[in-house]
């Protein structure tokens, strides 16, 4: 990391989050996506990105109301699309209510932090799209499948999320590599808590 901002974010993160993604990916095998594996990963997804946009949504309303420049959090929510989801298959609203939501780190307070949660999130988005194709193949209704669907924006997103993380000062980076690297934990140790079927990761 050098002393000054500059093209040097986005391969930070990449580096300090790396062993995790890939033990993410390694939690999900899209040859045996079925509806079950689908009611279970939106349930998941649901329950991190509700407390996740919460949290990024309060700093962006901080910081845009102070006229700080901040990248757009509210085009980023997902969480309305995958509570759409869960009820075409089948959850009443009260079901999707009741559903558990993930424990969280504090709430970003910094840029940086911000930022490092953003880089998880906008990663999460661009791979739906993966995960939509394959369970759409594997029997999954299309309407169960908006909130993972190609989306254009998603990709304009990560270009902006991108672009600011490459412009941190090494200390506001930090921040972001931190934040990251604490919400892929929280990502993982998810993933990997039963459901009240008792189901974990994709069993």
Not at 69 to 82: E, F, K, L, Q, T
Request: with cysteine; aromatic share 4%; net charge negative.
């Amino acid at each position: 990391m050098t002393n000054t901002p500059g093209g040097h974010g986005i391969e930070a993160l990449r580096t300090a989050t790396r062993a995790t993604h890939e033990r993410l990916d390694a939690l999900v095998d899209l040859r045996a996506w079925d509806q079950a594996t689908h009611r279970w990963w939106l349930q998941r997804m649901l329950g991190l990105h509700e407390p996740l946009e919460r949290d990024l949504g309060s700093w962006y309303d901080g910081h845009a109301a102070s006229g700080e420049d901040a990248p757009d959090v509210p085009s980023r929510r997902r969480a309305g699309a995958i509570a759409s989801d869960l009820r075409s298959l089948g959850l009443t609203d009260e079901e999707v209510r009741n559903l558990p939501r993930s424990p969280l780190p504090p709430a970003p307070t910094t840029r940086g932090q911000a930022l490092g949660r953003l880089y998880v999130l906008d990663g999460s988005a661009l791979g739906g799209s993966v995960i939509a194709r394959h369970a759409v193949a594997n029997g999954v209704p299309h309407d169960a499948c908006t909130s993972l669907a190609h989306d254009p924006g998603r990709i304009a997103s990560w270009r902006e999320t991108k672009a600011l993380l490459d412009d941190l000062t090494p200390a506001e980076l930090a921040e972001a590599v931190l934040a990251a690297s604490e919400l892929f934990a929280v990502f993982e140790a998810w993933l990997l808590t039963p459901t009240s079927d008792g189901r974990t990761s994709q069993q």
